[in-house]
C-alpha cells in the first residue's frame, strides 16, 4: 500500500479519500523540490489511487502532513477524479458534516505516529462529499506551503484516510514517514530596482523589493564624489515577507551639480548590506530646453524630461492630434536641472499626441516648446 517515492506534498491527497466504509487508498507518487529556501512559497503534488465500493452514502476525504512547527500549509486542493478544495480541521472538533459522519481526527494518529516536540500534524478534509466509487480513480493532490527560516533536513510525514479516520484497516489509508526536504537558507532582501529622480520637491527615490527577511528597514545615504557617504534619511522594512514592496523617499535638501545615493539596508541582527548606486544630475543646463520622450513609440508610459537653467514655473501639456487638451502631465515649481516627469496614457487610445512645455524662470525668462510622441496600443 505504501509508495516511499520522495514526497514533500502536503498531504494534500485529500481528494483520494472518498470512501469510507471499504476503499483502498495507495499513494503512487509525489513530486516535490529536494531542496527549498526558507520562505519560499512552493506547491507540491500527489498522485493517489483510489478502489470503493458501492455505498449510497457521500463521505469526505482527509489528509494529514507532519511538518516543523514554524511551517504552514497555505491551501489544499485536488484535481483528476475528485475536484474540490480542503479546509483545515482542528483536533478533536466534530464538525457534523453531512451524511451522519461526524469527522474529527482523534489522538490516535498522534499515539500511532508521534510528531515530536518539533514537529506538528497538521490534517485537512474535503468541502465536497463525493459518493462512494466502483471503480480505481487516480487523483491529483496539490499542496501549497510555506517552509520555516531555520536551514537544515527535515523528515516530513503525510497520510491520507476515509473520513472515519480508522485504522483498523491497513487498506483505509496510507502512511509514510520518511520523507526529507532540505532548507538550504532563507531568502534575503532582495532588491529588484532603486532609481533616482529630479522633481519639483527635490530627488525622488524608488525601490522595490522582491522578498525580505527580518529587514528593520533603509537608511537613504547621499554622496557628490561617489567616496564619501553620509546618511539623510530612513525608511522602516516589511520585517519578513515573500511579497513584492515598493518604497519612495523624497530628499528635499538636494543641492545641484551630480548626487549618488544608496541604500543601507538592515535587518534586525545588526548586520547590513549596500545597495548598488543611482546617480542624477542636478546641474544647472545654460539653456531651456523640452526632450523627446523615451520610450517612444510607448505603452502606457513615458518618460517626459526637460531641462530648467533656473528655477521655474513650469506646466506641461498633452494634447491629442486635432490640438485638444487630454492630460497636464505636470503643473509647478521645480528646481533648475534636469527633471522628469512620468506620463501614463492608459486611459488614452492610441494616436498622435503632442506634450507643450510652457515655463517661466524666477529671472522673468520664459520658454515654450512642443515635442510629438505616439502611443501604440
Known sequence: MKNNVTKLSLLGISAAFALIIAGCFVILSVTQPSTIQGLQQFTATMLVSVEGQSDATPHYGIAGVKIPNSWKVDSMWY???Y???????PANVADNEPGGQVDFWTNELETRYPSGDNMKWVVYQSTTPHVTIVDTLDVTVHVKMTPGT???SFDLGYFVSNASLDFSDPTWFSIDLDNTITVSGVLPVELSSFTAAGTKSGVELKWETATETNNTGFEIERSTDLRSFSKIGFVGGKGT??????????DQSASSGKLYYRLKQMDFGGTYEYSKVAAVDLSAPKDFSLSQNYPNPFNPATMLSFNLPVE???TLSVYNSLGVLVDVAASGNYQSGTQQVLFNASNLPSGIYYYTISAKGIDGSEFTQTSKML???
Open 79 to 81: 484535481t483528476g477524479g
Open 312 to 314: 521655474s514655473s513650469v
Open 83 to 89: 475536484t474540490g478544495a480542503m479546509a483545515f480541521l
Open 241 to 250: 515577507t515573500v511579497s513584492k514592496s515598493s518604497y519612495s523617499f523624497v
Open 150 to 152: 531555520t536551514q537544515g
Open 375 to 377: 502611443l501604440l496600443k
